[in-house]
């Protein structure tokens, strides 16, 4: 048995706006019951207060580290690879160098699909289950800190355009009302992911809606 936590999990994989954070956890043993007791729910359990006042206790005993996918970064990597592959190439690179027993929020359908992909990247030695983050409170951690540096990205985007789009995630009405929204679409789009389905549906029911 190690005597390290590992956990690997993202926040922002389905929006249509703003950045895929990838994060790590790391925990030293002898911290687990404190762990434990701040790590009982995944982040999307939790307000993004109780979120934040959450990562406050976390970081007297974990360490953190983050990669950061913006808008931009998405558009040019989905030309040529899957948006799972991207996802597990920066889990790959985050847990370069570390030894623990590492235990990773499941991407694909099916474990040996997901095994197959971290492979590719280098990495072999790990554990991967759906919904890790509510299982396992290493992952829950790194849950937490990724959904804290999302929301903060969100935040700084909203700030920086005066456009308020809510979560920017598809199921946002607000989201979905702002990119309906030409001119507000336009000044959006360097935190845009262009290569969404949620945008194509839109252009393509604003298409049908301009013909009739």
Known sequence: MSNFLIGLDEAGKGPVIGPLIVCVSICDRQHEKSLKKYCKK??????AKQREETLV????????KVIELT???LNTH?????LNDIEARAMASLLKN?????MIDLLDRYEWTF???MEKFGIKRFEAQHKADENFPIVAAASINAKV????RVKEIIEATGIDFGSGYPSDPKTISVLKNAELQKKLKPYIRERWRTLENIKQKKLF???I
């Open 42 to 47: 995944d982040s999307k359990q939790l307000s």
């Open 57 to 64: 206790e976390l970081n007297k005993f974990c360490t953190f």
């Open 98 to 102: 570390l030894t623990g027993d590492i």
């Open 71 to 73: 808008a931009a970064d």
């Open 115 to 117: 095994r197959a992909r």
């Open 209 to 211: 809606e301009d013909e």
């Open 149 to 152: 540096l999302r929301d903060l």
């Open 78 to 82: 989905m030309k040529t690879m899957s």
